[in-house]
């Protein structure tokens, strides 16, 4: 069973940072490594949106509300993802989710982030 686990949440203040992961399991490497990964977040009231991608390549990807002070990294080895927030603003408090896109339509159940002002 392909499951999601994402942790390192938490409660920071305004400029603070958090570092995310995400561990997968029931997925094998070569399916791992072979779709891109994502990260989202939905904040109350909002709907849910792409934060960042990081493809096969490493190439990556970021929504311009955190281009430069976001970075997601992957770990094929261990079939885990990982976003670095630096900066971090009081707009970016939601629960965040990661996803991998050859299980699209398999969920998490996230990691709240409260940023304090």
């Known amino acids: 069973q392909v499951r999601l686990v994402e942790s390192g949440g938490g409660l920071v203040q305004a400029g603070g940072s958090l570092k995310l992961s995400c561990k997968t399991s029931g997925i094998i490497l070569s399916v791992f490594w072979g779709s891109a990964m994502d990260w989202y977040r939905q904040a109350p009231g909002k709907q849910r949106e792409l934060v960042a991608t990081i493809d096969t390549d490493g190439v990556t990807n970021y929504a311009d509300s955190v281009k430069g002070r976001f970075t997601i990294s992957r770990d094929n080895a261990k079939r885990a993802a990982y976003l670095q927030m630096n900066a971090l603003k009081p707009e970016d408090t939601a629960l965040y989710y990661c996803?991998?896109?050859?299980?699209?339509?398999?969920w998490g159940q996230g990691t709240q982030v409260t940023v304090s002002s």
């Open positions: 996803h991998h896109q050859f299980y699209s339509d398999r």
